[in-house]
């Protein structure tokens, strides 16, 4: 009976923390800034002749027109907790190698309200790669001051045509499965006929 009860102290442990962990629930989509562009790059990030989009393995942001240092993006949809943010809000890129991913590397950042919001990327898939497109999915961690760092799955479009790129993510925290519940809940109630039959 000690084994069944530590195995429910457990799983109530993992409810509580589920509970009580403020994580994000949201999904949050950024656009290109007026002016701002990407290159094809190498692993080492350097750009030049010979490297296309059809067989780069990295990117290059660049800088819009904006004054502001960091406007190679800016927010064009949020939802959830992501909704106080403005539409075109600037949002800094960063440079990265896509092939192979460096678990951990942070996508993108910016500061509104008082709050910082990015995104890591964990896991990356080239979905396409051709001469004009590249288009990019991953599964990350998501996080904004006063939440849980969050997993969530992204999407990333880097389209030739005016160097164009576009990025979409969602986040959400996974919730204990019902079955864990119901385990939980029949072990609770062996453990109480037992009991019963021993005062028996």
């Avoid at 800034?33 to 290059?60: C, H, K, R, Y």
């Avoid at 500061?111 to 990350?140: A, C, H, K, P, R």
């Avoid at 904004?144 to 999407?155: K, L, P, R």
């Amino acid at each position: 009976m000690k084994i069944a009860s530590g195995l429910i102290g457990t799983l109530l442990l993992i409810a509580a923390n589920n509970v009580f962990a403020v994580s994000i629930v949201g999904d949050i989509a950024l656009g290109t800034a007026i002016g701002a562009s990407w290159t094809p790059a190498d692993n080492t990030l350097a750009t030049g002749g010979g490297i296309t989009t059809a067989n780069a393995d990295g990117v290059v942001f660049n800088d819009g027109a904006d004054a502001s240092p960091i406007d190679e993006g800016l927010v064009t949809g949020a939802y959830g907790d992501y909704s106080g943010v403005a539409l075109g809000t600037f949002v800094d890129f960063n440079d990265f190698v896509f092939d192979p991913l460096s678990a951990g590397t942070q996508l993108w950042t910016f500061d509104f309200g008082g709050n910082t919001y990015s995104f890591s990327m964990s896991t990356i898939t080239i979905v396409s790669q051709t001469s004009n497109t590249v288009s990019l999915e991953g599964s990350g961690m998501a996080s904004i001051s006063g939440f849980d760092d969050t997993d969530g799955d992204f999407a990333l479009t880097l389209n030739q045509s005016g160097q164009a790129f576009s990025f979409s993510s969602s986040a959400s925290v996974v919730p204990v499965p019902p079955a864990v519940w119901l385990f939980g809940s029949g072990l609770l109630g062996l453990i109480k006929i037992a009991r019963r039959r021993k005062v028996a």
